[in-house]
């Protein structure tokens, strides 16, 4: 029984219990969510160990998102407890393991490693994302690690560490340039140790839980190097997970490439602001967060500031700090600078920016002379050159003075104090003589002081200035604010300046425009107030003048900066006419995203259209979209179409990923869905091709597993299922159904079901042998299918039909003995003919007859061409475009062999002729004849209506893009070894009487980053034993690669490959500029006649490029081997 003896005692525990777990919950909850910051301590050594595992574990408890490094150094004692680090999910930086002694670090939820930041090693150029070293853990146990975005990883030199080098790496690591490096260099043996049975390959430690998971080196080829979340060609993870995935949706994302957005990933946070098409403006985005990291947050953290959608630690240049938000200066943005005891040469830029000075400024006649200071003990300091009043600029950015302005100086120079024409307030905290404006006998004539609003505290002093002019017209109670102490003592003190007439003289007078308040100076902008009209910070006659209107009624303002001319009020929407572009009302600088300029008038771009568009069609072009969402496109590869974001492509279409390295118009829909069209017998697929893997319905007819136009003649149609079956084994010539009584002739032998053999109606079975109820075999005269009877064939002979069958015996017998004796004798003459002609022929000929007839030393060329079957390759995503096809990333599988070979498989083109079709097969010639290790071997042919060649897949792909991609990562020897091995190449050919004739970068692949192949030989040529050049027809020339006899006489040789290859060697080493950028190519061909050469390259030495130019020699004969350039080079 219950102590508290009531079912309402019990709802009370049930309550409590409900409320505890509503607890527990709000607490996962908020540790989800926790976010905190990563250290930079590299591998230091802490003053303290006790307190260094204290602040590491209360900096990364109960974490679940590190903003930077997670580095876990000198731990050495073995019995440290890291369980701390179990819920953290997600590093930005590296991760750094090293002098850690705990036997078992595990971090169980760590599922990716961004590496933003890289733990660089002084010893060589590697970067590591993950770098375990100098430890004695037994096991570091990462079962969730799924990737690491940037960076490489290493595990260098720990002691006792096991299972860790069963990991397969390239399964976790993304970035193409990272790679794996591993360690031991310890007298003692290392320790082995095993996985659990159920591991698919490595572990990370002992039990089932510590398996390696796989989401990338299992994937189909469909994937494009992703992830995937099975092994069909339809499982692939979206393009903007990382890690692997649970589905095919953004939303099934086990982590996120770029931004993580309630549970959506993305390639970029909503925007703060979003375009109003009704009120043609810019409005807050109620669905807009800020870029926090890889997270899209509501608010940025109270560490970070906003700016521009993102939370940044520090504001950029030209703004500042207001409220926790980056906001724009108005002018130069605050610095606060200390007050000098006087201005000098020595100081004077030190105030470059400031715009508050803390304490006074003065400026003494030293201040220009120079003088050296005397400290109070009389002891001398540092002496000070001359400074010329121009200096004084550095103070023009000054807004307030906190204490009083002392100015005591003449310099012949020094007339106006110009460099304050922005300063605003002068404080007053600190007077001089009681005054906070004191300027005493120097040269100025006027003060300038235009933009000045309050003087807070203090007198105005100015007296015994002989030039000064102005001073007394001013209405100095406009700017000083006053006490009680001014009712008896006068506030400004304006003595002994110069005269009225001596101003008038010299025509310092105030402008017409100035009102009787006074001015600052001579200029319309120097008034304290306007006669007239105000614009700006000028005073004028009327409001005339063209980019102004009025305001009020003694006020002028200026146009918006987007109107033309004039204008009725001060905003864009104000304007007469617009000076750019106009957005319904408002006139703008370029009309938004969402519009497209028609004639200096913004309109809507189709609703498909994303990231601006520059014409109202639904379609990629110059009158459609700058790229959209989803798109579908003709066999061409051009855009019909446009589709909504998340659509389903139309029937006859399937869905492509398109990848960064397309051309053309697909290189604008980069990182986005296509739909392509299915092969012409599907009618709903998931990828090119006829066989059911990909094609789920036939326009016609299925048989087995592939689509046909027609059912082949030893197949039936059925009509209703749309499929093709095969007819029975004993049918020949067809059939209508599955049975042998549907078969159109037999095979073998008929079995007559009822009415007389011969008879059109007659049914019949097919069988392969009589039966024994019709044990005869009859073979009608008619030529018709035999058949099984119970009787023999009869044979009944008239009387009356034996001569004449005897008569026909004998003639055709006397036919057959006069054509054998005719026969015979034209073969007796026409050997004694061909021995006589032989005779002849040995007479003349000088040699034997074992000589052919055109002797030469070229060997025959026995190298093999293997013709493979279209349903042994696999096609992926497409790779490129060539001037016969596509070109696709796919894997060939051997029909019988166990084994997938990734291969690029390059498609001709539907459509083309005879002549095209002939081209590709001399390519495909001289493809399977080469054999070098830098030469792009052809691996098979598939005869298809579309002609495909099947070559080796390089996955860095062209040499071109690759230097220009990693620039910054590619020194000198790796340039020169491409080179050798380009040269090496090229010689093989030379060797072979191949002339490539489209030698460039862009035709050479790489295989690894130390190996490259020279491609594409659609325009090579094969010269024949007697031949030293080709000479082409008409078609396009690459101008800019070519000698100048390839463009003048369209002659090739060798030696016009070799200057090719000097153009190639400057590509590279200016890490893929291009020739003669600024120069059309019709020009090319006159500078080289003048004598003019790519310059040299930077990084370039004198020898490699003596060696170039040698290779740009006008007479070709001059120019070196291929042997030679490849000596020259390395």
């Known amino acids: 029984m219950w102590p508290w003896g009531s079912a309402a005692s019990l709802r009370v525990v049930v309550a409590c219990l409900l409320l505890l777990v509503l607890l527990q919950e709000g607490a996962d909850a908020l540790q989800e969510q926790k976010v905190c910051i990563g250290t930079t301590g590299r591998m230091s050594v802490p003053s303290n160990r006790d307190h260094h595992y204290r602040n590491l574990r209360n900096r990364f408890i109960n974490c679940t998102y590190v903003d930077g490094n997670l580095e876990l150094t000198?731990?050495?004692d073995e019995n440290l407890d890291l369980s701390f680090l179990q819920y953290i999910r997600e590093v930005t930086g590296y991760v750094l393991i090293s002098h850690v002694d705990?036997?078992?670090?595990?971090?169980?939820?760590?599922?990716?490693?961004?590496?933003?930041?890289?733990?660089?090693?002084?010893?060589?150029?590697?970067?590591?994302?993950?770098?375990?070293?100098?430890?004695?853990?037994?096991?570091?146990?990462?079962?969730?690690l799924r990737d690491i975005l940037h960076g490489s990883v290493g595990v260098i030199n720990n002691y006792n560490l096991c299972h860790i080098e069963t990991i397969e790496w390239n399964e976790i690591m993304t970035d193409p340039l990272a790679n794996y490096t591993y360690m031991y260099n310890f007298s003692e043996p290392q320790r082995t140790c095993q996985c659990h049975t159920s591991c698919q390959k490595g572990c990370w430690g002992a039990g089932e839980h510590n398996?390696?998971?796989f989401s990338k080196l299992t994937c189909p080829p469909q994937c494009a190097q992703g992830r995937c979340y099975d092994t069909g060609p339809r499982d692939c993870c979206h393009l903007f997970c990382a890690g692997g995935c649970t589905g095919p949706t953004q939303r099934d994302c086990l982590a996120c490439r770029n931004f993580y957005d309630d549970g959506e990933c993305k390639l970029e946070c909503p925007l703060m602001q979003r375009y109003n098409p009704i009120t043609y403006s810019w409005e807050a985005n109620p669905k807009g967060k800020y870029a926090y990291g890889a997270t899209c947050v509501k608010d940025c953290p109270e560490h970070l500031l906003k700016d521009n959608g993102a939370c940044v630690r520090s504001c950029p240049k030209g703004k500042k700090a207001v409220d926790g938000e980056c906001v724009p200066c108005n002018g130069p943005c605050p610095k606060t600078c200390p007050g000098p005891e006087v201005i000098h040469s020595g100081n004077i830029d030190d105030f470059k920016g400031c715009t508050i000075l803390d304490g006074w400024l003065t400026i003494m006649d030293h201040s220009f002379d120079g003088y050296q200071h005397v400290y109070p003990n009389y002891t001398f300091g540092a002496k000070y050159s001359r400074m010329h009043p121009s200096k004084l600029e550095m103070l023009s950015t000054l807004k307030e003075v906190t204490a009083y302005i002392n100015i005591q100086a003449n310099h012949p120079d020094f007339t106006n104090l110009n460099f304050l024409r922005n300063l605003e307030y002068i404080g007053g905290r600190e007077t001089m003589?009681?005054?906070?404006?004191?300027?005493?006998?120097?040269?100025?004539?006027?003060l300038n002081l235009r933009s000045l609003k309050r003087i807070r505290s203090g007198k105005v002093y100015i007296l015994e200035n002989k030039d000064l002019c102005f001073v007394d017209k001013i209405n100095w109670k406009k700017f000083i604010d006053t006490d009680d102490n001014s009712k008896t003592s006068p506030m400004t003190l304006l003595e002994n300046n110069a005269n009225s007439e001596q101003c008038v003289a010299e025509r310092l007078v105030c402008h017409t425009e100035c009102s009787d308040e006074g001015c600052w100076g001579p200029g319309d902008n120097e008034c304290l107030s306007c006669r007239n009209f105000k614009l700006g910070n000028r005073c004028t006659n009327n409001c005339n003048l063209a980019g102004t209107y009025q305001m009020g009624p003694k006020t002028c303002g200026f146009c918006h900066k987007e109107c033309a001319s004039s204008c009725q009020g001060p905003e864009s929407r104000h304007c007469d006419r617009c000076k750019n572009v106009k957005d319904g009302p408002y006139c703008l600088d370029k009309c938004p995203d969402t519009k497209y300029n028609d004639n200096g008038e913004c309109k809507s771009c189709h609703e498909n259209c994303i990231k601006g568009c520059r014409g109202p069609k639904n379609t990629l072009g110059p009158q459609g979209c700058n790229t959209c969402a989803m798109a579908v496109i003709d066999e061409d590869l051009r855009v019909k179409h446009c589709l909504p974001e998340n659509s389903t492509c139309p029937t006859g279409y399937f869905s492509e990923w398109v990848v960064q390295q397309e051309t053309g118009d697909l290189s604008l829909l980069a990182g986005k869905t296509i739909c392509r069209r299915?092969?012409?017998?599907?009618?709903?697929?998931?990828?090119?091709?006829?066989?059911?893997?990909?094609?789920?319905e036939c326009v016609r007819y299925r048989r087995g597993e592939h689509c046909e136009d027609e059912c082949p003649q030893d197949h039936y149609a059925d009509d209703k299922l749309h499929e093709c079956f095969k007819c029975s084994s004993e049918c020949s010539?067809?059939?209508?159904?599955?049975?042998?009584?549907?078969?159109k002739t037999c095979r073998n032998y008929r079995i007559y079901v009822e009415g007389k053999p011969g008879m059109n109606n007659t049914k019949f079975n097919c069988t392969a042998t009589c039966p024994n109820e019709l044990p005869y075999k009859?073979?009608?005269?008619?030529?018709?299918?035999?058949?099984?009877?119970?009787?023999?064939?009869?044979?009944?002979?008239?009387?009356?039909?034996?001569?004449?069958?005897?008569g026909g015996t004998l003639g055709c017998v006397f036919l057959l003995c006069t054509f054998l004796a005719v026969f015979c004798y034209l073969w007796w003459q026409r050997n004694k003919t061909k021995a006589a002609a032989l005779k002849m022929t040995m007479t003349m000929m000088p040699y034997d007859d074992h000589e052919p007839l055109k002797p030469t030393n070229i060997k025959p060329n026995l190298a093999k061409l293997r013709i493979v079957k279209e349903a042994e390759l696999r096609k992926g995503g497409i790779l490129g475009y060539g001037a016969f096809g596509t070109v696709y990333k796919g894997v060939w599988v051997p029909e019988g062999e166990n084994v997938k070979i990734p291969v690029a498989i390059k498609v001709l083109r539907e459509g083309t002729g005879t002549n095209v079709n002939k081209e590709i097969l001399e390519e495909a010639y001289i493809m399977a004849s080469v054999d070098h290790p830098n030469l792009l071997q052809l691996l098979a042919v598939c005869m298809t209506t579309q002609i495909m060649l099947v070559t080796q897949l390089m996955p860095l792909g062209c040499l071109l893009d690759y230097v220009r991609n990693n620039k910054d990562k590619i020194g000198s020897k790796p340039l020169l070894n491409w080179c050798t091995q380009i040269a090496r190449g090229m010689a093989y050919l030379e060797g072979r009487r191949l002339v490539h004739r489209d030698l460039a970068a862009r035709n050479v692949l790489v295989q690894t980053p130390n190996c490259v192949k020279i491609t594409d030989f659609g325009l090579a040529k094969l010269l024949d034993y007697n031949e030293e050049e080709y000479k082409a027809a008409g078609g396009k020339m690459p101008i800019k690669w070519l000698a100048l006899e390839c463009i003048q006489h369209r002659i090739f040789t060798h030696k016009s490959d070799v200057w090719a290859f000097g153009v190639t060697v400057w590509e590279l080493l200016t890490y893929g500029g291009r020739p003669y950028e600024d120069i059309p190519a019709r020009e090319v061909p006159d500078l080289l006649e003048k004598g003019e050469r790519l310059p040299q390259p930077a990084i370039c030495t004198i020898d490699v490029y003596m060696l170039m130019i040698r290779c740009w020699m006008l007479d070709a004969e001059s120019r070196p081997s291929f042997q030679g350039a490849g000596r020259g080079v390395c």
Not at 433 to 446: A, N, R, V, W
Not at 733 to 743: H, R, T, V
Not at 779 to 803: H, I, N, R, T
Request: proline share 7%.
């Open 74 to 76: 000198w731990l050495q």
């Open 102 to 144: 705990v036997k078992r670090i595990v971090l169980p939820s760590l599922q990716i490693i961004r590496g933003r930041t890289l733990f660089k090693v002084s010893v060589n150029d590697k970067s590591f994302a993950l770098l375990v070293t100098l430890s004695k853990m037994h096991t570091l146990e990462m079962p969730s």
């Open 211 to 213: 398996c390696q998971k």
């Open 433 to 446: 003589e009681f005054s906070s404006l004191y300027i005493i006998k120097t040269s100025l004539k006027s």
């Open 678 to 696: 299915c092969h012409p017998r599907c009618k709903n697929c998931t990828s090119y091709g006829f066989h059911i893997s990909v094609c789920h």
């Open 733 to 743: 010539n067809g059939c209508s159904g599955p049975l042998e009584s549907q078969c």
């Open 778 to 806: 009859i073979f009608p005269e008619d030529a018709s299918d035999p058949y099984c009877g119970k009787d023999p064939f009869p044979l009944s002979l008239d009387d009356e039909s034996v001569p004449a069958i005897l």
